[in-house]
């Protein structure tokens, strides 16, 4: 997985504990994205199970599973298993990307890696859903029984939409989808926050011989 895209889930994973039910106009959507934001403002950790299919436009779909684990501000740990493994890790000023079967690290920047600036205020801790974010309760969703809610950054990025368990308001799904129509699909289990995170998860030591990259410097343009 594409670091951006990774920044990306996760910064929307941090705002997916609890969204509305149902929101028959504005007003009580925007009563409910309150909600979100409070709760957003009081989740400085968690850690949960993950099961990814990545679904390429015109290309061949993959699956991969594994563990993440976050901590405001800007801290995660993605722990990609099986055939496919990958780690993924931000000390809050870089994110590093090893893949095992290359022994290669790449290196970049925490800011440079969000396409939308939006996603990244959420990872640092200091977003604004309502600010930032387009939030509307899609026309079509699937029949899985969750809420369904999409969020779009108003400064331009990917159309994230999450689903819901409308009694414990857990997010159990969520879907990515970017402006050449690739699609992600994650879904969650085993969630368990505000639990103490031990900092080693998020220090990035890289393996004896490793090729470390660093990403190209380029402007935010959002």
């Given at each position: 997985m594409r670091t951006a895209r990774v920044a990306a889930l996760l910064a929307t994973l941090v705002l997916g504990f609890v969204l509305?039910?149902?929101?028959?106009?504005?007003?009580?959507?925007?009563?409910?994205?309150?909600?979100?934001?409070?709760?957003?403002?009081?989740?400085?950790?968690?850690?949960?199970?993950?099961?990814?299919?990545?679904a390429p436009a015109g290309g061949s779909?993959?699956?991969?599973?594994?563990?993440?684990?976050?901590?405001?501000?800007?801290?995660?740990?993605?722990?990609?298993?099986?055939?496919?493994?990958?780690?993924?890790?931000?000390?809050?000023?870089?994110?590093?990307s090893y893949q095992p079967d290359l022994n290669q690290v790449i290196e970049t920047p925490l800011a440079q890696a969000f396409r939308s600036s939006s996603f990244a205020a959420f990872m640092l801790g200091i977003g604004n859903v309502q600010r930032d974010f387009d939030a509307s309760i899609p026309a079509t969703s699937p029949s899985d029984g969750l809420?369904?809610?999409?969020?779009?950054?108003?400064?331009?990025?990917?159309?994230?939409?999450?689903?819901l368990d409308p009694s414990t308001l857990n997010l159990r799904t969520l879907r990515l989808t970017d402006a050449l129509g690739d699609v992600t699909d994650l879904t969650f289990s085993d969630f368990k926050s505000g639990a103490p995170l031990d900092d080693k998860l998020f220090a990035f030591i890289p393996p004896a011989g490793a090729d470390i990259l660093k990403?190209?410097?380029?402007?935010?343009?959002?």
């Open positions: 509305p039910l149902r929101a028959a106009n504005s007003a009580q959507l925007k009563v409910l994205l309150d909600r979100l934001q409070k709760h957003y403002q009081q989740t400085n950790s968690f850690s949960a199970k993950f099961k990814e299919q990545i779909k993959r699956d991969r599973e594994g563990t993440v684990y976050y901590r405001k501000p800007g801290l995660m740990r993605w722990e990609f298993g099986g055939e496919d493994q990958e780690l993924i890790v931000s000390d809050g000023k870089q994110l590093y809420t369904h809610v999409a969020l779009k950054p108003k400064n331009g990025g990917d159309l994230v939409e999450m689903g990403a190209p410097q380029t402007q935010n343009s959002h």
